[in-house]
């Protein structure tokens, strides 16, 4: 069991090195990217807007909670931005590129696979890797960049209403506690996260999509296996990412 894992582990690893080579190589598949691009943006923007409210709003409340029993309410605005920007929103994108996007390029792939339609494109000469997967990768690194931003605003705006309307907060302090905790480097940070998560989910997606087993019935239990796998490497991927960030970049005023 031991040395499946580890030998599929060291091909995801291997299928990853590849498209990161042949992203560079030409033609480049730029109709296929677009295409990809707009499927994976139209089947996660809705989900992302409304699932970021709620996420901001219980964020606001329970940091607004905590500095108030500690006597700090004039930081709550910009503890709630912090947590939203640096750790929310890019996890958020991420689960949802893997749910919804990433799950689709699993299934398309697998499909092909069953098919025999990547052997045969192997017998042309045809890469599959730098003809299907490349774009798909790329596109779901694009919309989770774009994405990002959209989830950060409108997680920002859901805690804001929350904080001013349901917890009492001024505008005012609101603001200026945003100002004086944040930095621009948590923005780079969170694009940073968002382009990484991107990148993972749709690696994962395209190994499980390329390696099913088992007929159709094979491809839902690969598609199943992606979405859990690129969950558990987000998230472990993201404290790593987080505690070398909090290492390098000094909080601001520290």
Same mark, same amino acid.
């Given at each position: 069991?031991?040395?499946?894992?580890?030998?599929?582990?060291?091909?995801?690893?291997?299928?990853?090195?590849?498209?990161?080579?042949?992203?560079?190589?030409?033609?480049?598949?730029?109709?296929?990217?677009?295409?990809?691009?707009?499927?994976?943006? @139209?089947?996660?923007?809705?989900?992302?807007?409304?699932?970021?409210?709620?996420?901001?709003?219980?964020?606001?409340?329970?940091?607004?909670?905590?500095?108030?029993?500690?006597?700090?309410?004039?930081?709550?605005?910009?503890?709630?931005?912090?947590?939203?920007?640096?750790?929310?929103?890019?996890?958020?994108?991420?689960?949802?590129?893997?749910?919804?996007?990433?799950?689709?390029?699993?299934?398309?792939?697998?499909?092909?696979?069953?098919?025999?339609?990547?052997?045969?494109?192997?017998?042309?000469?045809? @890469?599959?890797?730098?003809?299907?997967?490349?774009?798909?990768?790329?596109?779901?690194?694009?919309?989770?960049?774009?994405?990002?931003?959209?989830?950060?605003?409108?997680?920002?705006?859901?805690?804001?209403?929350?904080?001013?309307?349901?917890?009492?907060?001024?505008?005012?302090?609101?603001?200026?506690?945003?100002?004086?905790?944040?930095?621009?480097?948590?923005?780079?940070?969170?694009?940073?996260?968002?382009?990484?998560?991107?990148?993972?989910? !749709?690696?994962?997606?395209?190994?499980?999509?390329?390696?099913?087993?088992? !007929?159709?019935?094979?491809?839902?239990?690969?598609?199943?296996? @992606?979405?859990?796998?690129?969950?558990?490497?987000?998230?472990?991927?993201?404290?790593?990412?987080?505690?070398?960030?909090?290492?390098?970049?000094?909080?601001?005023?520290?």
């Amino acid at each position: 069991m031991i040395t499946g894992a580890l030998r599929q582990t060291g091909r995801l690893f291997a299928l990853a090195a590849e498209v990161a080579r042949a992203v560079f190589r030409r033609p480049f598949q730029f109709r296929e990217f677009v295409e990809q691009f707009w499927f994976v943006a @139209s089947v996660t923007i809705l989900p992302a807007a409304l699932v970021s409210i709620p996420f901001g709003a219980v964020i606001a409340l329970q940091v607004g909670s905590l500095t108030e029993q500690l006597g700090a309410q004039s930081f709550t605005g910009g503890a709630s931005v912090l947590a939203v920007v640096q750790q929310a929103s890019p996890l958020i994108v991420a689960l949802l590129i893997a749910g919804a996007g990433g799950s689709a390029i699993c299934a398309d792939l697998g499909s092909r696979k069953i098919r025999e339609e990547l052997d045969a494109m192997e017998v042309m000469g045809v @890469s599959p890797v730098q003809r299907l997967v490349v774009p798909r990768v790329l596109a779901a690194m694009g919309v989770a960049v774009l994405l990002n931003g959209l989830v950060s605003v409108v997680g920002i705006l859901g805690g804001y209403f929350f904080n001013v309307v349901m917890q009492g907060g001024t505008p005012g302090a609101y603001l200026s506690s945003f100002s004086a905790l944040a930095q621009l480097p948590d923005l780079y940070i969170s694009e940073l996260k968002a382009l990484v998560f991107g990148f993972i989910a !749709g690696i994962v997606a395209a190994y499980r999509g390329l390696n099913p087993r088992g !007929g159709p019935k094979g491809v839902g239990d690969a598609v199943n296996q @992606s979405v859990v796998i690129t969950f558990l490497l987000l998230f472990f991927v993201n404290m790593v990412m987080t505690a070398v960030y909090l290492r390098i970049v000094p909080p601001k005023g520290g």
